[in-house]
């Protein structure tokens, strides 16, 4: 199975901050990576896929880079709403995996 | 647009089995990957299996293959996950979410969630 790792665990900011989440596989999936959001006690929300391309109604300030094994999503200006936990998942190969999460909070 | 609705919360004794639906509206639902991710309080995400439904085709993680049945119902567009003997590991939070035709790709939408407690 594919390990995916994401640092840091958790994550507190500052309105207004540029915000980078790290993404690491266990091999190379290509572009093969989509980010999540997920607030508490709802479902996760699909924010990025194919590494970069944003899905359609998600703010610009996402954005996602990186290929191979590493990977970044960065929101360039860190809004209220923005605090959540944050996933990874490569869809390369069978079983998909998720990074653990990153809890996002504001300071 | 598509919109994925599951059944409501469920509490089980150790060793038995638990089913939740997962019923698609507004969208096209045989051709696409209806898959099953689940998640322990407090922990991460992890995939359980999938179907196509227009074609019964299903594929599980292997750490569940023993233990988890997943079904389709193209008339009233609705999936099943079944999983059996339950532990109080299974509790969780089951969530069913729409891949496309294709298969490997990423879940877009993810239904509302089905909280299954086990408990004796």
């Known amino acids: 199975d594919i390990q995916m790792t994401q640092s840091p665990s958790t994550l507190s900011a500052s309105v207004g901050d540029r915000v980078r989440i790290t993404c690491r596989a266990s091999?190379?999936?290509?572009?093969?990576l989509a980010w999540y959001q997920q607030k508490p006690g709802k479902a996760p929300r699909l924010l990025i896929y194919k590494a970069s391309t944003l899905e359609s109604g998600v703010p610009s300030r996402f954005s996602g880079s990186g290929s191979g094994t590493e990977f970044t999503l960065t929101i360039s200006s860190l809004q209220p709403d923005d605090v959540a936990t944050y996933y990874c998942q490569q869809y390369n190969s069978y079983p998909y995996t998720f990074g653990q999460g990153t809890k996002l909070e504001i300071k | 647009q598509v919109h994925l609705v599951q059944s409501g919360a469920e509490v089980k004794k150790p060793g038995s089995l638990v089913r939740v639906s997962c019923t698609a509206s507004?969208?096209?639902?045989?051709?696409?990957?209806i898959s099953w991710v689940r998640q322990a309080p407090g922990q991460g995400l992890e995939w359980m299996g999938g179907i196509i439904p227009i074609s019964g085709i299903t594929k599980y993680a292997q750490r569940f293959q023993d233990r988890v049945t997943i079904t389709a119902d193209k008339s009233t567009r609705t999936a099943y996950m079944n999983l059996n003997s339950l532990t109080s590991e299974d509790t969780a939070v089951y969530y069913c979410?729409?891949?496309?035709?294709?298969?490997?790709?990423?879940?877009?939408?993810w239904g509302q969630g089905t909280l299954v407690t086990v408990s004796s």
């Open positions: 091999q190379s999936i290509s572009r093969w």
């Open positions: 979410a729409r891949q496309l035709p294709n298969a490997l790709t990423w879940f877009d939408p």
């Open positions: 507004g969208d096209t639902f045989n051709s696409y990957v």
